[in-house]
């Protein structure tokens, strides 16, 4: 008489998400002929950011800067991206930039406004980097996070204490050309999820044979409910994530339009870039349903050559905001 091995632990229940699916099939070997299968989705959104670069001391005229000081310089962008993102918590995205660099991208308006409005130091922006129209492509790809690099509360549920992502990010354009190794640390403050957060998956979905044109339209099939949420006079309400993060990059730089001067154009005063550059950075994401915010500190060595690279040089604070629709 044949007997039938039970499934491994864990099998019995049915996988309600695309990331529980893929976790049965591929961790818990729930289903043996279907190992291996990588389940994935796709966005795609836009940019547009106004970035604004300047030298040490704001307030300088022309002929007060520094020696090794960069000079002014603006960008203001408006991109395209497409992002695949995989349940192993890997992703490629792709990003295409078209704008202005220099006198044309208003980075001048836009800062001088901004202290004006503030009652902050008056910059001058002499020395600026002189318009031209940039174009940049941009791809970024995010490596699985090994098993060691990852610290789960819940494999099912697909949330985590912590976890460490190695990447590289590639830039080339008019803009910049570089290319930048990473890694990204994040420590869970609140319902963690990985990076891959599966869609719901339907109970049934009926062949072409099951359908009647004549017979009444099937119920719809309910989702599971999502967590629940309690808000504030139905504003603020319970993050749907949190955690703090911290990121440490070097980067390898062939070109930077921002400190050497537009490829097309000549400017007054530029720089040779350093080739080789640091950045870190410390903060706290917060996630709603549909909108996110975050908030960094940021260090980065000296991007102009002839200054020591271990010398702490460029510190700034970043606050971002997000939606999703």
Same mark, same amino acid.
């Given at each position: 008489?044949?007997?039938?091995e039970p499934?491994?632990e864990? #099998?019995?229940?049915?996988p309600?998400?695309a990331?529980?699916?893929?976790?049965?099939?591929?961790v818990?070997? #729930?289903f043996?002929?279907?190992?291996?299968?990588k389940v994935?989705?796709?966005?795609?959104?836009?940019?547009?950011?106004?970035?604004?670069?300047?030298?040490?001391?704001?307030?300088?005229?022309?002929n007060?800067?520094?020696?090794l000081?960069?000079?002014? %310089?603006g960008y203001?962008?408006?991109?395209?991206?497409?992002?695949?993102?995989?349940a192993?918590?890997?992703?490629?995205?792709?990003?295409?930039q @078209?704008?202005?660099?220099?006198?044309?991208?208003?980075?001048e308006?836009?800062?001088?406004n901004?202290h !004006?409005?503030?009652?902050?130091?008056?910059?001058?922006?002499? !020395?600026?980097i002189?318009? /031209?129209p940039?174009?940049?492509?941009?791809y970024?790809?995010?490596?699985?996070?090994?098993?060691?690099m990852q610290?789960?509360?819940?494999?099912?549920?697909?949330?985590?204490?912590?976890?460490?992502?190695?990447?590289?990010?590639?830039?080339?354009?008019?803009v910049?050309?570089?290319?930048?190794?990473?890694?990204?640390?994040?420590?869970?403050?609140?319902?963690?999820?990985t990076?891959f957060?599966?869609?719901? @998956?339907i109970?049934?979905?009926?062949?072409?044979g099951?359908?009647?044109?004549?017979?009444p339209?099937?119920?719809p099939?309910? !989702?599971?409910?999502?967590?629940?949420?309690?808000?504030?006079l139905?504003?603020? #309400?319970?993050?749907?994530?949190?955690?703090?993060?911290a990121?440490?990059?070097?980067?390898?730089?062939?070109?930077?339009?921002?400190?050497?001067?537009?490829?097309?154009?000549?400017?007054?005063?530029?720089?040779? %870039?350093? !080739?080789?550059?640091?950045?870190?950075?410390?903060?706290?994401r917060?996630?709603? /349903?549909?909108?996110?915010l975050s908030?960094?500190f940021? %260090?980065?060595?000296?991007?102009?050559?002839?200054?020591?690279?271990d010398?702490d040089y460029?510190?700034?604070?970043?606050?971002r905001?997000?939606?999703?629709?």
């Amino acid at each position: 008489m044949e007997s039938k091995e039970p499934p491994p632990e864990g #099998c019995e229940d049915k996988p309600q998400t695309a990331y529980e699916l893929h976790y049965r099939a591929n961790v818990l070997n #729930c289903f043996t002929s279907e190992n291996d299968f990588k389940v994935f989705k796709h966005n795609a959104g836009q940019h547009f950011a106004n970035l604004i670069y300047t030298p040490t001391e704001i307030t300088a005229r022309f002929n007060e800067f520094e020696p090794l000081d960069r000079p002014y %310089a603006g960008y203001t962008y408006y991109s395209r991206f497409v992002e695949t993102l995989y349940a192993d918590d890997s992703s490629t995205r792709f990003e295409l930039q @078209l704008g202005l660099l220099g006198r044309a991208s208003l980075s001048e308006e836009v800062q001088k406004n901004w202290h !004006k409005l503030w009652d902050l130091d008056d910059p001058t922006w002499e !020395k600026q980097i002189a318009t /031209e129209p940039a174009v940049q492509f941009n791809y970024t790809h995010r490596f699985a996070i090994p098993r060691f690099m990852q610290w789960n509360k819940d494999r099912i549920q697909n949330t985590r204490y912590a976890d460490v992502q190695p990447y590289v990010f590639i830039e080339a354009g008019s803009v910049f050309m570089r290319a930048t190794a990473g890694l990204d640390v994040r420590v869970s403050l609140y319902n963690m999820k990985t990076y891959f957060d599966g869609p719901f @998956l339907i109970s049934k979905v009926p062949k072409m044979g099951d359908l009647d044109p004549l017979a009444p339209a099937p119920e719809p099939v309910r !989702k599971p409910e999502p967590p629940s949420k309690h808000c504030f006079l139905k504003v603020i #309400c319970t993050p749907t994530s949190a955690y703090l993060f911290a990121t440490a990059e070097e980067t390898a730089v062939l070109r930077n339009s921002t400190i050497e001067g537009g490829m097309f154009t000549d400017s007054p005063y530029t720089q040779h %870039a350093a !080739k080789r550059v640091r950045t870190t950075a410390i903060g706290i994401r917060v996630a709603w /349903e549909t909108w996110q915010l975050s908030a960094a500190f940021n %260090a980065r060595s000296p991007e102009v050559e002839g200054i020591p690279f271990d010398e702490d040089y460029h510190r700034w604070g970043e606050l971002r905001f997000g939606f999703n629709w």
